[in-house]
């Protein structure tokens, strides 16, 4: 019975938990079990808190189960850019390898309100940049449904680990699609939430204006359930909305008859790898078969969101990132000469390469002379593609996009190509500039066995009808297989 | 807008960046080479006329109120910045140390 608590959904598990089923020392012990049978293979984790939790779980024993509590015992991974006490946040970077914060998140403290273990910090591409977390200054995260090939990213060992049964559910961060593409490539579910429906502080930022703060999962309940312990206003992050939650567990599946799906052309018609396509075409198939109403609309702004968003995240990016210095905290070079030389010794040493081509190109974007050119120009073009966004769900209940156009690719097929890359992100990009809410989830797998996903888009704050939408979807379309006790054993050579 | 090596490096200067091999920074040429392509690729957006358009920073409709700059609890404060500073890079006393500058 043991072996099998590492495959429960986090539905089931918090059932089963309430129910007396098993102890939450038991599920924390099947899951640590698990993470330590998977690492060797997956490197999901970068800290795994084994003491910490198996304590914890056993004083909730003790205590008794208390169903007010949205995920009483229920374990949980964060992505190491989450501010949490007592254990480095590293953001993937060796700038920050050795930073214990003095402060937390939101996001954890509600996590612990709500009852949760939080049993493990994930791998990620440095400071979030990067969609395949190849970019961690602690190496890569393989894909646990296919060691050869990259999990997605930056939040890979959050999706990798969900995927293998390392944990129930995860939370991950999303700038560029950082939720919605690792899920798509894992076979699991994410959520990018509304731009300010969950607070940022306490998050290593990237992209300020974009970065948000979302659940990833094997179910469309789970992520709702996982939304519902952390939305909501924060005093402590001025870019939080005071718009109340809505109600994200008590959901009701929506009729595929009531639904009108926006297809938009410059999505669906880009060139796809033919596994992805194949894949999405049935899955196009089955919308249609259950009655669901399809409808092809052009969004040309979207043809520019590549442009924009390089420019836009780059911009806050080298912002953000000036604080970086090797004066207060982080790391300082061994040897330098004056200040200005520490400066950039420090942050050449301890930034890595993908880091510091988007800091250099942030700074440039927003330099004298290029600043109207670019910086300017692209924020003036994020409220085109804001405002079609807005109009087309106007004439739809949501819009439904692939999430990638090629399956997980193997190791360091873009890394010398970091415009190839960008281009890729074009699917989920979109919506960080538009600010809206996103659900990823597995449509089927394509003929070389690896996962595809679609995305649904809905209006900015109505995550709770995006869900409802998402449960209709998520029952139509094939279940990616389970994986969560499968032995996952490295490649020879 | 054609961007050259010399724009790429006094980009680097400003944000304190190391770019050319022989100041340490690993594959300082590569970098140059990314970073051109990348900005000529960017032209794309002179394609549109947003000369009506008023830009848009944050998506961001009814952000919290901002909350008055007080103290919330100062013997908590204190004992957080006594914290930050032991956690420091290099510290002496309530300083971060740094080379001379005047």
Not at chain 1, 19 to 33: G, H, N, P, Y
Not at chain 1, 256 to 273: C, D, I, K, V, Y
Request: proline content about 7%.
């Amino acid at each position: 019975m043991d072996k099998a608590l590492c495959s429960l959904s986090l539905e089931e598990a918090r059932k089963g938990l309430l129910r007396r089923d098993f102890t939450a020392f038991e599920l924390v012990e099947s899951l640590l079990r698990r993470i330590r049978e998977t690492e060797p293979a997956l490197n999901a984790c970068l800290a795994v808190f084994e003491d910490e939790s198996l304590k914890q779980a056993r004083a909730m024993d003790e205590s008794g189960p208390d169903p007010s509590k949205a995920l009483w015992a229920v374990p949980v991974t964060l992505k190491d850019v989450y501010n949490l006490q007592g254990a480095p946040a590293t953001a993937g970077s060796r700038m920050l390898k050795d930073y214990l914060p003095s402060y937390e998140a939101t996001v954890v403290k509600r996590l612990r309100e709500a009852g949760a273990i939080l049993i493990a910090k994930t791998n990620l591409d440095e400071f979030a940049m990067g969609s395949s977390t190849e970019f961690s200054a602690y190496g890569p995260t393989r894909n646990p449904r296919n060691l050869a090939v990259v999990p997605g990213g930056s939040s890979g060992g959050a999706a990798a680990g969900v995927a293998a049964g390392q944990a129930p559910g995860a939370f991950g961060t999303d700038t560029g699609g950082s939720i919605r593409q690792p899920a798509a490539l894992c076979g699991c579910v994410g959520l990018k939430p509304s731009y300010g429906r969950v607070s940022r502080y306490g998050i290593i930022a990237y992209g300020s204006s974009l970065d948000q703060a979302g659940p990833l999962a094997r179910t469309v309940s789970d992520c709702g359930r996982l939304l519902s312990a952390v939305a909501g206003p924060d005093g402590l992050d001025s870019t939080c909305s005071r718009r109340p939650p809505e109600d994200y567990v008590n959901l009701k599946e929506k009729a595929p008859g009531s639904l009108t799906l926006a297809l938009p052309r410059e999505l669906w018609e880009a060139s796809f790898h033919p596994a992805v396509k194949e894949t999405l075409d049935g899955a196009l198939e089955l919308l249609k078969a259950a009655g669901v109403g399809l409808k092809t609309v052009s969004m040309p702004a979207l043809r520019y969101s590549v442009a924009v968003y390089y420019i836009l995240a780059a911009a806050e990016a080298s912002t953000n990132l000036a604080r970086y210095d090797g004066a207060r905290y982080g790391y300082r070079a061994e040897k330098y000469g004056d200040l200005s030389d520490m400066y950039k010794k420090s942050r050449t040493g301890g930034l890595g390469r993908e880091v510091r081509r988007r800091i250099l190109l942030g700074t440039f974007v927003l330099s004298s002379g290029y600043y109207d050119a670019y910086y300017k120009k692209a924020a003036q073009a994020r409220r085109l593609i804001r405002d079609e966004y807005l109009k087309t769900l106007e004439e739809a209940d949501f819009i439904l996009a692939p999430v990638s156009s090629i399956p997980a690719w193997p190791f360091g097929s873009f890394t010398e190509d970091p415009l190839t890359q960008y281009q890729l992100d074009i699917m989920t990009l979109p919506l960080n500039l538009a600010g809206g809410p996103g659900l990823s989830l597995p449509c089927g797998e394509g003929s070389d066995g690896l996962p595809v996903g679609v995305q649904l888009m809905g209006e900015p704050f109505k995550e709770r009808s995006l869900l409802e939408a998402g449960l209709a979807l998520e029952r139509m379309f094939p279940k990616p297989p389970d994986i969560t006790r499968s032995p996952l054993t490295l490649p020879r050579g | 807008m054609t961007v050259d090596k010399k724009a790429a490096l006094a980009a680097a200067e400003l944000a304190r960046l190391e770019l050319s091999p022989e100041e340490g920074g690993e594959l300082g040429e590569k970098l140059v080479e990314d970073f051109t392509k990348i900005v000529g690729y960017m032209d794309i957006l002179n394609e549109i006329d947003t000369s009506l358009v008023e830009p848009l920073y944050s998506p961001m409709t009814d952000p919290e109120e901002p909350r008055k700059d007080v103290p919330r609890d100062e013997e908590a404060g204190a004992e957080k910045a006594r914290s930050i500073l032991e956690k420091g890079t290099r510290v002496s006393g309530h300083f971060f140390t740094v080379p001379r500058v005047v």
